[in-house]
T-cell receptor, first 113, second 113 residues
Framework: TQLLEQSPQFLSIQEGENLTVYCNSSSVFSSLQWYRQEPGEGPVLLVT?????EVKKLKRLTFQFGDARKDSSLHITAAQPGDTGLYLCAGAGSGGGADGLTFGKGTHLIIQP | DARVTQTPRHKVTEMGQEVTMRCQPILGHNTVFWYRQTMMQGLELLAYFRNRAPLDDSGMPKDRFSAEMPDATLATLKIQPSEPRDSAVYFC???????????FGNGTRLTVT
């Protein structure tokens, strides 16, 4: 069973601060996806990283896939209250992205105004 | 904007009753997933289908849970009999093969008393 550990589990910071959340595993993934979930809704995809060492930017969000494709990080610059939510990472095994993703338990992020 | 639709959004039932949750995947998506989300366990994969055929239901308690896709526009998840420990949010998601994103519905919040 492939497990993904996310840290921290909870994070509450002030608007304007920077933060990094982590997603780690002992397993190698063919790709890794990051989702954000808001209360009462399903997770929504933010980004997919495929290549070891890959860095992708989405406005103030920077995603990195580890060289060995076992871990990933999400860095948010100048966090805003709209960034509040549950951030989930999900790893795809050898079968690809639509073959039963393994999800981490998520990081609950609160950005206080 | 294509969406995965789940019904009902909320369900409260008594222990021992049958519960049926429904999902309409995005047209053209050939893979459908059922996940269960709780605070303790996060998102757990229950079952998934490809081209309406069940591929993996190892995450599901088979004595009481069943998942079916009677046609390409409908997936169902049934619990009979329901138990209080089944209380959770159940998500349906659909996707295509190989590294494409999963599209989640907004879930069915089930409470079994």
């Amino acid at each position: 069973t492939q497990l993904l550990e996310q840290s921290p589990q909870f994070l509450s910071i002030q608007e304007g601060e920077n933060l990094t959340v982590y997603c780690n595993s002992s397993s190698v993934f063919s790709s890794l996806q990051w989702y954000r979930q808001e209360p009462g809704e399903g997770p929504v995809l933010l980004v997919t990283v495929v290549t070891g060492g890959e860095v992708k930017k989405l406005k103030r969000l920077t995603f990195q896939f580890g060289d060995a494709r076992k871990d990933s990080s999400l860095h948010i610059t100048a966090a805003q209250p709209g960034d509040t939510g549950l951030y989930l990472c999900a790893g795809a095994g050898s079968g690809g992205g639509a073959d039963g993703l393994t999800f981490g338990k998520g990081t609950h992020l609160i950005i206080q105004p | 904007d294509a969406r995965v639709t789940q019904t009902p959004r909320h369900k409260v039932t008594e222990m021992g009753q049958e519960v049926t949750m429904r999902c309409q995947p995005i047209l053209g998506h050939n893979t459908v997933f059922w996940y269960r989300q709780t605070m303790m366990q996060g998102l757990e994969l229950l079952a998934y289908f490809r081209n309406r055929a069940p591929l993996d239901d190892s995450g599901m308690p088979k004595d009481r849970f069943s998942a079916e896709m009677p046609d390409a526009t409908l997936a169902t998840l049934k619990i009979q009999p329901s138990e209080p420990r089944d209380s959770a949010v159940y998500f349906c998601a659909s996707g295509l093969e190989r590294n494409s994103p999963l599209h989640f519905g907004n879930g069915t919040r089930l409470t079994v008393t």
